[in-house]
T-cell receptor
């Protein structure tokens, strides 16, 4: 079983839709959960981070963590064409200098 | 906004040659990382670096790889004898007290 699993997509939605992106993981030591956005041939850009279980909201973005199910989600409300990118989930146990493991990324296309 | 700067943006090298990839992390960050991303694949951890020593390294980071922080501002990744399979995008990242990384724009390494 892979340490972090993420459906690569692509996911195509109309502008204004609510987008749901998800990851599952197997390592129960993960305590820190992050979402990054990556545009083509660029470095990942941190969107949100959460510690342990719970929800966190930032503008149109909401991150959810369910540690009991080893499942994390990112919701994007009122999606825009500029949201089109690859979204990477990432997790860390906080050890090894805060070594972070990334999911494969989900490619999102938001159509105008 | 502070940035992580990587040079060069693209490097082509012959198999067996040594390459040095350079990074200038954000000045007040204390944790430094190298990741790589083979085209179409996930972002993979190579090494974490803190307090002038390696905190953790992956199985990819074998004896051909080394890192150095020679002057308190630069952070370098050296590959001693490049192989075709080292062709990838190499990302440097740094971290302050928050959980997330700030990534550079990457160096595309092509081994021919």
């Amino acid at each position: 079983q892979k340490e972090v699993e993420q459906d690569p997509g692509p996911l195509s939605v109309p502008e204004g839709a609510i987008v749901s992106l998800n990851c599952t993981y197997s390592n129960s030591a993960f305590q820190y959960f992050m979402w990054y956005r990556q545009y083509s041939r660029k470095g990942p850009e941190l969107l949100m981070y959460t510690y342990s279980s719970g929800n966190k909201e930032d503008g149109r973005f909401t991150a959810q963590v369910d540690k009991s199910s080893k499942y994390i989600s990112l919701f994007i409300r009122d999606s825009q064409p500029s949201d089109s990118a690859t979204y990477l989930c990432a997790m860390s146990a906080g050890t090894g200098g805060f070594k972070t493991i990334f999911g494969a990324g989900t490619r999102l296309f938001v159509k105008a | 906004e502070p940035e992580v700067t990587q040079t060069p943006s693209h490097q082509v090298t012959q198999m067996g040659q040594e390459v040095i990839l350079r990074c200038v992390p954000i000045s007040n960050h204390l944790y430094f990382y190298w990741y790589r991303q083979i085209l179409g694949q996930k972002v993979e951890f190579l090494v974490s670096f803190y307090n002038n020593e390696i905190s953790e390294k992956s199985e990819i980071f074998d004896d051909q790889f080394s890192v150095e922080r020679p002057d308190g501002s630069n952070f370098t990744l050296k590959i001693r004898s490049t192989k075709l399979e080292d062709s990838a995008m190499y990302f440097c990242a740094s971290r302050g007290q928050d959980y997330g990384y700030t990534f550079g724009s990457g160096t595309r390494l092509t081994v021919v």
